[in-house]
């Protein structure tokens, strides 16, 4: 198992611009993939962004252009680099870690996107 500990939310208007952080517990070299989830009050957990261990990444269409993921290994971090805010990305941002044994959740932090 991993402990995840995500960072940087908070309130924005639209248009800017917001960096969240998600800082691993052990090396994160060896995690299969590590992703970043929304949920918004009274809907169902969705993938934003993930990349894998080899450093491939995915998208949901609605952040393509706007969100980037990106690895700190030495530093076992992840990161979520939110440009072009809009109210509708306005949700609790989980860091999720998967293994093979393992699918391992962060607390969350709060982005809330003013219009």
């Known amino acids: 198992q991993v402990q995840l500990v995500e960072s940087g939310g908070g309130l924005v208007q639209a248009g800017g611009s917001l960096r969240l952080s998600c800082a691993a517990s052990r090396s994160i070299v060896s995690i299969n993939v590590m992703g970043w989830y929304c949920q918004a009050p009274g809907k169902q957990r969705e993938l934003v962004a993930r990349?894998?261990?080899?450093?491939?990444?995915n998208y949901a269409d609605s952040v393509k252009g706007r969100f980037t993921i990106s690895r700190d290994i030495a530093k076992n971090l992840v990161h979520l680099q939110m440009n072009s805010l809009k109210p509708e990305d306005t949700c609790v941002y989980y860091c999720n870690a998967r293994t093979l044994l393992d699918n391992d959740w962060g607390q969350g932090t709060q982005v809330t996107v003013s219009s």
């Open positions: 990349i894998t261990s080899r450093g491939a990444t």
